[in-house]
């Protein structure tokens, strides 16, 4: 028994990747070179503004029309990307149905797809001209080169990002406790949002923060479809590709560092608000 005990001891002291020393250490060098260091290249290539001239460059009148127009338009898919990413979620995990694992594989087609492509895809088919736009030309609906068209793309970069956070959850999620719920008179509704949703709410945060990051920085999928229109369907990413082929690198690295600033504050939050409803929950 004692021997029993002291490798049971000793197993539990050996991981499966031997080394803490040497796997951190990798992993600390990994963070450096690919994230780290590119990120301090855009604070230097800075030094040579001033606060008033990077100011002036972040606050330029183009530029504002851009960040209101991507992050509304960011916001919208990211809204609509979590209720049907849900739905998505829902289906493929409770229901056996003919070609499900073929609808599985299709969620993530635009991590696979090139995102040019996409927007090639997407501006086709929405333009006026196309199948579906044309539908809605005839109603005098635009699409393509409006902000409804950006959003769709945003909708189609983004989707997977939630149903692949969501799935896992309810794969794991005891059918028990819903059955249990109904036994006792709860309606469908009220199983729903009192028993599953603030278990995968936590997921569907997640979801829901990378696909608005994503699609704030989309650039190949949306710019197609967008249009590129002064103080109208102009995007922040498209403004910064501008901006480097007009060698105007001080520029674009101040846009850069606007939106790094956005998305670690965006991915900073939802952390917040996750840990926040995980302890809630646990009490």
């Given at each position: 028994?004692?021997?029993l005990m002291g490798k049971l001891r ?13 796997s951190i250490g990798i992993t600390l ?255």
């Amino acid at each position: 028994m004692g021997k029993l005990m002291g490798k049971l001891r000793l197993a539990r002291g050996n991981n499966v990747i031997p080394g803490f020393g040497l796997s951190i250490g990798i992993t600390l060098a990994m963070l450096n070179f690919i994230v780290l260091i590119p990120l301090l290249s855009i604070l230097l290539n800075l030094s040579g503004m001033s606060l008033g001239e990077f100011w002036k460059t972040i606050t330029d009148r183009q530029l504002l029309a851009a960040y209101k127009l991507s992050f509304s338009c960011a916001l919208v898919a990211s809204v609509i990307n979590v209720f049907f990413g849900i739905l998505l979620a829902w289906i493929l995990t409770r229901y056996e149905f003919t070609g499900r694992r073929i609808l599985d594989g299709f969620i993530e087609l635009p991590f696979a797809l090139p995102t040019a492509v996409a927007g090639v895809s997407l501006t086709t088919l929405y333009s006026d001209k196309g199948w579906i736009g044309g539908l809605f030309d005839k109603i005098g609906v635009k699409i393509s080169y409006t902000a409804t068209g950006i959003t769709i793309a945003m909708i189609f970069i983004g989707i997977p990002f939630v149903v692949r956070s969501i799935q896992p959850v309810l794969e794991k999620l005891d059918r028990q406790y819903e059955e249990a719920a109904m036994i006792l008179g709860a309606s469908r509704s009220r199983t729903f949002f009192k028993v599953v949703f603030p278990e995968i709410f936590p997921a569907a945060l997640t979801g829901f923060g990378l696909a608005f990051a994503r699609a704030v920085g989309e650039y190949g999928s949306v710019v197609f479809i967008a249009g590129n229109i002064p103080y109208r369907t102009q995007i922040v990413p498209l403004l910064i590709v501008s901006k480097l082929e007009q060698f105007n690198y001080a520029a674009a690295t101040s846009v850069a560092l606007v939106m790094i600033v956005f998305a670690f504050v965006v991915l900073f939050s939802i952390n917040i608000i996750q840990a926040r409803v995980s302890k809630r929950a646990g009490e």
